[in-house]
């Protein structure tokens, strides 16, 4: 079974998102807090990380750069979740290794489907 770290202080978005991969078939493991994501995801080895952007403590963009220098998680897929829709921010999320940048509000059948197809062409 396919696993995913979901990372978003939206408890609403949180549970949708860890809802529909569920019924999708994968397995979730999800946090309010980016602060002890990194040990989790260490521990866990998931394969793909949801970020939220925007988060208090370290903000998902924070957290996505520090996963691409670490050359244990390097490799792990990460979805950028965000409320921003600037040119420049989808630049930003991309150049810190950021594979997909979705902007909220998101469908989640279509959050399921890129993260089956990221998990499957990895």
Request: aromatic share 4%.
């Amino acid at each position: 079974m396919s696993k995913v770290v979901a990372i978003d202080d939206e408890p609403f978005i949180l549970m949708m998102i860890e809802r529909k991969l569920k019924m999708g078939g994968i397995e979730v493991i999800a946090l309010r807090e980016s602060k002890d994501a990194l040990r989790t995801i260490r521990e866990e080895k998931p394969d793909l990380i949801i970020l939220d952007w925007m988060m208090p403590h370290v903000t998902g963009i924070d957290l996505c750069r520090t996963l691409k220098a670490d050359a244990e998680l390097r490799d792990i897929p990460v979805f950028l979740l965000t409320g921003k829709g600037q040119d420049a921010d989808l630049e930003l999320a991309l150049q810190c290794g950021a594979t997909m940048y979705i902007t909220k509000p998101f469908s989640p059948k279509e959050l399921l489907e890129n993260v089956r197809r990221t998990i499957r062409s990895g």
